[in-house]
């Protein structure tokens, strides 16, 4: 390859990962090019093109479409399991939820927003968990939204199948056999009474929010990492507004908060949730 044929590969692999932080926030560094040829290569080939490189040429000439978007959904990352990380899960059980409950005893209300959802593992993980620990509070008026931005794992989070693999991946054999129903195949259908727990729609986080109610419980994890600073200082600024004032925020076990005057930090053992700060103009 000549170097101005390098220089224009460059080019198209640069001006793509900017369609995609305009459009969706991921935020890549031209380093990250090694992801195309795996997460782009069947999606281009299977348009006709030879590789991803035609493929992104012919997105960068036209106005964004469902092309793209099948692209930009090719780059995000869905990794997810079932109570993934634990540590937080039981620290919601035993802490978290019961300082919620005690706070809306009288309303009998309680509102949930599990913001990059993926493939609906994390919102159900919570569900299964308050089925299990709170089943008193299953005829309250459970406003659980689980949104992401990714049209293709809604679908997969809508119908609550999973393969044995990815219901061994952070459930018990009981949990399986309580919530699950084994289909032919040999995966697995979530049992409705936990499905109808949740209802997920598409909400992209650095676009317009659908309207939404003020929250007690937002799990936003793994999904802000992949955001620049300023992005993610955005977003989270607009999620201290959709929290209520008792509202607890939970991030991803590799991401903090410290030092953002939206939000205080409260300490679980070696883990944080964050609740809306005092602005410093009051
Ligand atoms: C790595 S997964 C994390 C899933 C889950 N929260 C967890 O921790 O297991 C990141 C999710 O964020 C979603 N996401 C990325 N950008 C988004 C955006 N702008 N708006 C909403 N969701 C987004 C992706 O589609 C993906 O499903």
């Given at each position: 390859?000549t170097?101005s044929?390098?220089?224009?590969?460059?080019?198209?692999i640069?001006?793509?990962?900017?369609?995609?932080?305009e459009n969706v926030g991921?935020?890549l560094?031209?380093?990250?090019?090694?992801?195309?040829s795996?997460?782009?290569?069947?999606?281009?080939?299977?348009?006709g093109?030879s590789?991803y490189l035609?493929?992104?040429?012919?997105?960068?000439?036209?106005?964004?479409?469902h092309d793209h978007?099948?692209?930009?959904?090719?780059?995000?990352?869905?990794e997810t399991m079932?109570f993934?990380d634990?540590?937080?899960?039981?620290?919601?059980?035993?802490?978290?939820?019961?300082?919620?409950?005690e706070?809306k005893?009288s309303?009998k209300?309680?509102?949930?927003?599990c913001a990059a959802?993926?493939?609906g593992?994390?919102p159900?993980?919570l569900a299964?968990?308050?089925?299990?620990?709170?089943p008193?509070?299953?005829d309250w008026k459970?406003?659980?939204?689980a949104t992401?931005?990714c049209?293709?794992?809604?679908?997969?989070?809508?119908n609550?199948?999973y393969?044995d693999m990815e219901v061994?991946?952070?459930?018990?054999d009981?949990?399986?056999?309580r919530?699950f129903?084994?289909?032919?195949?040999?995966s697995y259908?979530?049992?409705?009474?936990?499905k109808?727990?949740i209802?997920?729609?598409?909400l992209n986080?650095?676009k317009?929010?659908?309207?939404?109610p003020?929250?007690d419980?937002?799990?936003i994890?793994?999904a802000?990492?992949?955001f620049?600073?300023d992005m993610?200082?955005v977003v989270l600024?607009?999620?201290?507004?959709?929290l209520?004032d008792?509202g607890?925020?939970?991030l991803?076990?590799?991401?903090s908060?410290?030092?953002n005057?939206?939000?205080i930090?409260?300490?679980?053992?070696?883990?944080?949730?964050?609740?809306?700060?005092i602005p410093?103009?009051?």
């Amino acid at each position: 390859m000549t170097s101005s044929q390098s220089a224009n590969r460059l080019g198209t692999i640069a001006a793509f990962f900017r369609l995609l932080e305009e459009n969706v926030g991921i935020s890549l560094e031209i380093s990250k090019e090694y992801l195309l040829s795996s997460r782009l290569d069947s999606l281009a080939r299977d348009k006709g093109f030879s590789g991803y490189l035609p493929f992104l040429e012919s997105l960068l000439v036209s106005p964004v479409d469902h092309d793209h978007w099948q692209a930009f959904e090719a780059m995000t990352t869905i990794e997810t399991m079932f109570f993934r990380d634990r540590f937080p899960f039981e620290i919601l059980r035993d802490s978290v939820i019961p300082e919620i409950l005690e706070k809306k005893l009288s309303s009998k209300e309680l509102n949930i927003w599990c913001a990059a959802a993926s493939s609906g593992q994390e919102p159900y993980s919570l569900a299964i968990l308050l089925k299990e620990s709170f089943p008193h509070i299953l005829d309250w008026k459970i406003n659980f939204f689980a949104t992401d931005v990714c049209d293709q794992v809604l679908g997969r989070a809508e119908n609550a199948i999973y393969s044995d693999m990815e219901v061994r991946r952070g459930l018990s054999d009981e949990q399986i056999a309580r919530h699950f129903t084994s289909l032919p195949d040999g995966s697995y259908q979530l049992n409705s009474d936990i499905k109808r727990l949740i209802k997920f729609s598409k909400l992209n986080l650095i676009k317009e929010w659908l309207p939404m109610p003020k929250f007690d419980l937002v799990l936003i994890r793994n999904a802000l990492i992949y955001f620049n600073k300023d992005m993610k200082d955005v977003v989270l600024k607009r999620m201290s507004l959709q929290l209520s004032d008792d509202g607890f925020l939970l991030l991803g076990a590799s991401e903090s908060l410290l030092f953002n005057p939206d939000y205080i930090a409260k300490q679980y053992a070696n883990l944080r949730f964050y609740k809306k700060g005092i602005p410093w103009n009051n």
